[in-house]
């Protein structure tokens, strides 16, 4: 996917959306265009998305107190719609927090991997999305991880929240190596049939994880932390083009060169091919 990605040019006879339709990819990313926020809100935004690894537990009273105790006059009903934007929810359920899409066309799967031991590679893959920010904008990133390896099969960047871009992915890393198990959240993408037909379909069971439970997806919640701090929050992305190019560099760090003390000092290529 990451090769395709580089055919893609300027061309005096093919747009780059007829580009992006010969070689099946998705054009989110290509058509960018800033989502019309303010530059106060885009910075609360990231003061936010940097405060949520570290207190995860933390809603929208939490989150309004926070930042006004750092002199930002902010109300309850703006911080709400802001964590609503960057798809961010407290792991402790409350009144406020965001719910999972509801109806016929979503369904929740019970969580299957309490007590199970993680053992082989393609046992299970997990996969979640995290806010990016852009210089006057933002993304969403989603990724599929193998929980045994740590290795990132796939990832995709898109400027909504619809289903269109956890589908591409999975796709991908089915690509790779089919799953016994995918492990998600409960969020819309996830519960819509589009998504759970598609995997469950596939001959692999979905898991979801437990209502306000982030720690059921730990390992994928691990890879946001470390490419946050090693990656997002060092850089400054123009634009959706060069938030790809930068987000696939580290990626390809992370997969083939950065070590883990939990692998035994191997990377996530290594395991994988082991």
Known sequence: MAYLRTLIKP??????????????LSRSVFYYTPVGETNQNLHYMKLM??????????GVGQFTDWLRA??????PKRVRRLLRLMGLSAICPGPHTSKPGTGEAHKVYPYLLREL??????????????????????LYLTAFIDWFSRYILSWELSNSLDTTFCLLAFEQACAVRKPQIVNTDQGAQYTSLAFSERVVGAGIALSMDGKGRAIDNVFTERLWRSLKYEEVYLKSYRDGQDAWQQLDRYIRWYNEERTHSSLGGLTPKRVLEM
């Open 11 to 24: 061309h005096p006879t093919l747009s780059i959306q007829r580009q992006c339709e010969l070689l099946g």
């Open 49 to 58: 998305d940097k405060q949520y690894l570290d207190t995860p537990f933390f």
């Open 70 to 75: 750092k002199g930002h006059v902010v109300n």
């Open 117 to 138: 031991t993680i053992n082989q590679v393609g046992q299970v893959y997990g996969t979640d999305i995290t806010y990016i920010p852009l210089e006057g904008g933002f």
